[in-house]
């Protein structure tokens, strides 16, 4: 074969492995973004969002997610528990002081109110003590009636309020076995007070409790 027959001839081969090579599935191409391309960073991929977190303080009435409230129900309760069983000691002597408040009380309320009827009895009683004449007659002045009022009145809100206060520091899981103790106190006091009170009504009676000077 000459050398221009063999230029004339065309190469089969290579007409051959372009024609297998074009069978096959030609690359994948991207489709093309025509959104023109952002200044910073990039665009989001498809079905992605965004939600912003929710601020309790400034929306106040936003929903609160299920397991967020359940961790704070969870975490009142469990405060409660420790406060219930932080001194048991102290929850056993303020509830057994507290109900001896308030026989106490009931008791200081009976005396008071029946202190007119018993006055001369009483007074009898402290004279044979003393050594000195007892009264004959006891006459309660005007004065006499409110004081016993304001007593029984004094008696039972003293002993709310030790019931109200020993409940709340025994819920914070506080000491509360002193303030039973502490009305108690203020209840004998308010007692001594309102005996002198009515004794003192009837000047008569209160001169004949001193001892006779020579």
């Given at each position: ?113 029946q202190l007119p009827a ?97």
């Amino acid at each position: 074969m000459s050398q221009n027959e063999a230029a004339r001839t065309p190469d089969h081969s290579g007409d051959a492995a372009s024609t297998h090579g074009g069978a096959g599935n030609p690359p994948a191409v991207p489709p093309r973004d025509e959104r023109p391309r952002p200044q910073y960073g990039e665009y989001a991929p498809e079905g992605w969002t965004w939600k912003p977190p929710v601020d309790r303080v400034a929306v106040p009435d936003a929903p609160v997610e299920p397991a967020a409230a359940g961790q704070a129900t969870a975490s009142g309760t469990a405060e409660g528990a420790v406060a219930a069983t932080a001194r048991p000691i102290d929850r056993m002597w303020s509830i057994a002081l507290l109900v001896i408040g308030v026989f106490g009380a009931l008791y200081n309320s009976l005396v008071l109110f029946q202190l007119p009827a018993t006055a001369l009895e009483s007074a009898k009683l402290s004279a044979s003590m003393l050594g000195v004449d007892a009264p004959t007659e006891f006459t309660p002045g005007p004065v006499a009636p409110a004081a016993i009022i304001v007593g029984i009145a004094l008696q039972l809100a003293l002993w709310v309020g030790a019931l109200l206060w020993s409940r709340a520091r025994l819920r914070a899981g506080r000491s509360a076995w002193w303030i039973p103790l502490l009305a108690g106190v203020a209840a004998f006091v308010v007692m001594l007070i309102v005996g002198m009170i009515v004794f003192s009504s009837d000047p008569s009676f209160l001169q004949s409790l001193s001892p006779a000077r020579p």
